[in-house]
C-alpha cells in the first residue's frame, strides 16, 4: 500500500511531499517525492482518557455539579448505567467506537465501571473493529485485571486503592487514577500510589509535578471535559514541562469522542503550539502505551489518518500541521488506515 500526499514525518510532523508505503502492517518507508495528491497523512490519533460506557446517556445531566454527574455510587451516569440493559449498553458503546474510528482514532484509554462484566461488555463492543482499547476495569482488582489491561481507579479522596495498586503489581498491569480535577486534596495521596498514569491534574501546582517528574507518571488531560464540568482547566504548559502529556475526550455523555474537537480546544485555550498540541493526540498517548504508533515513521505500526486537504474546509491551508489541529474534522477525512 502507498498514501500520497503531504506527510506529517516524524516526531515533529515535517510537512513532507512525498509517500508513506506500508507493509505487513508497518510503515516500510517515507519517501520525499514530487506528488499531484492534495492529501494530508499523518498519525491516526490516540484517546488517552474515555468513559465509552456512558455512550448509554449523552447530553445528561445539565446543569448538575460533578459529584451529581459521576461520583459513585449515586451521580447521575452511575444511576443511569444501572437502568440500562446490557444490550443497550453495547450496542451505544459500538456506536461511539464506530464514531471514533471513522473520525480518525486508532487506539484509545478506557476506564471501564462494572466490574469484569463492564470490561466484558466493552470488548464485546470492540469486537472486529480495527480500533483498539486498552482497558482500565474497576471493581474487584483480581476479578477485573484477569479480562482488562489495567486498574482505573477513581480518586484518593473515594478509597485508599492501596490493595488494587499491589494487586495490578502481582498482574504486572499498569494503575492509573483521577487525580486534581475537582480540587488539589487527592493528588499528593494519588502520587503516593506511584501510578503508572494520572488523570486531569487540572489543579497541579510545581509541588505536585515535581513529584510527578521524579517519577516518570505521565498526564492524561481533558480540558473540555472540564469546562463542562465547571472544574477550570488544567495548564497545559506547566504540564508539559514536567511530563508527558496526552489529550482525552473524557465522558461521552459530556462531551463526543471527537479528536479534532478536543485539539482545537487545547491549542486555542492555550499557548502550545500546533506541533505540541498534535503530538499531545497522537505520539504521546502511544508512548503511554508503549506502542509504536502515533508517528509517521519507517518502523511504526501503519495506522494512519489521510485527510482531503480540498475540501471546502482545508483548501488554501498555509501550515499543515495548524490546519490539522485548529481547522479539520469529520467531513475533511478521506481514509483511515489501521494495520496491526
Given at each position: 500500500m502507498e498514501l500520497e500526499g503531504t506527510i506529517l514525518a516524524g516526531p515533529t510532523f515535517d510537512a513532507v511531499s512525498g509517500r508513506v508505503v506500508v507493509e505487513d502492517g508497518e510503515i516500510a518507508a517515507v519517501e520525499e517525492t514530487n506528488t499531484d495528491s492534495d492529501d494530508i497523512v499523518l498519525p491516526a490519533f490516540v484517546n488517552a482518557h474515555t468513559h465509552i460506557g456512558d455512550s448509554i446517556a449523552k447530553e445528561a445531566g445539565r446543569g448538575l455539579t460533578l459529584d451529581e454527574l459521576v461520583a459513585p455510587p449515586d451521580g447521575l451516569k452511575h444511576r443511569l448505567l444501572r437502568r440500562a440493559s446490557r444490550t443497550?449498553?453495547?450496542?451505544?458503546?459500538?456506536?461511539?467506537?464506530?464514531?471514533?474510528?471513522?473520525?480518525?482514532?486508532?487506539?484509545?484509554?478506557?476506564?471501564?465501571?462494572?466490574?469484569?462484566?463492564?470490561?466484558?461488555?466493552?470488548?464485546?463492543?470492540?469486537?472486529?473493529?480495527?480500533?483498539?482499547?486498552?482497558?482500565?476495569?474497576?471493581?474487584?482488582?483480581?476479578?477485573?485485571?484477569?479480562?482488562?489491561?489495567?486498574?482505573?481507579?477513581?480518586?484518593?479522596?473515594?478509597?485508599?486503592?492501596?490493595?488494587?495498586?499491589?494487586?495490578?503489581?502481582?498482574?504486572?498491569?499498569?494503575?492509573?487514577?483521577?487525580?486534581?480535577?475537582?480540587?488539589?486534596?487527592?493528588?499528593?495521596?494519588?502520587?503516593?500510589?506511584?501510578?503508572?498514569?494520572?488523570?486531569?491534574?487540572?489543579?497541579?501546582?510545581?509541588?505536585?509535578?515535581?513529584?510527578?517528574?521524579?517519577?516518570?507518571?505521565?498526564?492524561?488531560?481533558?480540558?473540555?471535559?472540564?469546562?463542562?464540568?465547571?472544574?477550570?482547566?488544567?495548564?497545559?504548559e506547566l504540564l508539559s514541562e514536567f511530563t508527558t502529556v496526552a489529550l482525552g475526550t473524557d465522558n461521552v455523555f459530556l462531551n463526543s469522542p471527537s479528536m479534532f474537537r478536543e485539539m482545537e480546544f487545547a491549542e486555542k485555550l492555550s499557548n502550545l503550539n500546533s506541533v505540541e498540541v498534535l503530538r499531545m493526540a497522537t505520539l504521546n498517548g502511544a508512548e503511554i502505551l508503549d506502542r509504536h504508533a502515533g508517528v509517521v515513521e519507517e518502523g511504526a505500526q501503519a495506522r494512519l489518518l489521510v485527510l482531503d486537504g480540498d475540501t471546502d474546509n482545508l483548501s488554501g491551508y498555509q501550515d499543515a500541521v495548524r490546519a490539522v489541529v485548529r481547522r479539520a474534522g469529520a467531513d475533511d477525512v478521506k481514509r483511515v488506515v489501521l494495520k496491526s
Amino acid at each position: 500500500m502507498e498514501l500520497e500526499g503531504t506527510i506529517l514525518a516524524g516526531p515533529t510532523f515535517d510537512a513532507v511531499s512525498g509517500r508513506v508505503v506500508v507493509e505487513d502492517g508497518e510503515i516500510a518507508a517515507v519517501e520525499e517525492t514530487n506528488t499531484d495528491s492534495d492529501d494530508i497523512v499523518l498519525p491516526a490519533f490516540v484517546n488517552a482518557h474515555t468513559h465509552i460506557g456512558d455512550s448509554i446517556a449523552k447530553e445528561a445531566g445539565r446543569g448538575l455539579t460533578l459529584d451529581e454527574l459521576v461520583a459513585p455510587p449515586d451521580g447521575l451516569k452511575h444511576r443511569l448505567l444501572r437502568r440500562a440493559s446490557r444490550t443497550d449498553l453495547v450496542s451505544a458503546m459500538r456506536r461511539s467506537m464506530r464514531f471514533m474510528e471513522r473520525t480518525g482514532t486508532s487506539d484509545f484509554i478506557e476506564f471501564r465501571e462494572g466490574g469484569r462484566n463492564g470490561v466484558e461488555m466493552l470488548h464485546e463492543a470492540a469486537d472486529g473493529r480495527a480500533l483498539r482499547p486498552f482497558v482500565m476495569g474497576r471493581g474487584d482488582a483480581e476479578d477485573v485485571l484477569e479480562v482488562a489491561d489495567g486498574y482505573g481507579a477513581t480518586g484518593a479522596n473515594d478509597d485508599e486503592f492501596g490493595p488494587e495498586r499491589e494487586t495490578a503489581r502481582e498482574f504486572d498491569k499498569p494503575f492509573a487514577i483521577h487525580a486534581g480535577e475537582g480540587d488539589d486534596s487527592d493528588i499528593h495521596p494519588a502520587i503516593d500510589l506511584h501510578p503508572d498514569l494520572l488523570v486531569h491534574m487540572v489543579h497541579a501546582t510545581p509541588d505536585h509535578l515535581n513529584r510527578v517528574a521524579d517519577e516518570g507518571i505521565p498526564i492524561a488531560v481533558c480540558p473540555r471535559s472540564n469546562l463542562t464540568t465547571g472544574v477550570g482547566q488544567p495548564d497545559l504548559e506547566l504540564l508539559s514541562e514536567f511530563t508527558t502529556v496526552a489529550l482525552g475526550t473524557d465522558n461521552v455523555f459530556l462531551n463526543s469522542p471527537s479528536m479534532f474537537r478536543e485539539m482545537e480546544f487545547a491549542e486555542k485555550l492555550s499557548n502550545l503550539n500546533s506541533v505540541e498540541v498534535l503530538r499531545m493526540a497522537t505520539l504521546n498517548g502511544a508512548e503511554i502505551l508503549d506502542r509504536h504508533a502515533g508517528v509517521v515513521e519507517e518502523g511504526a505500526q501503519a495506522r494512519l489518518l489521510v485527510l482531503d486537504g480540498d475540501t471546502d474546509n482545508l483548501s488554501g491551508y498555509q501550515d499543515a500541521v495548524r490546519a490539522v489541529v485548529r481547522r479539520a474534522g469529520a467531513d475533511d477525512v478521506k481514509r483511515v488506515v489501521l494495520k496491526s
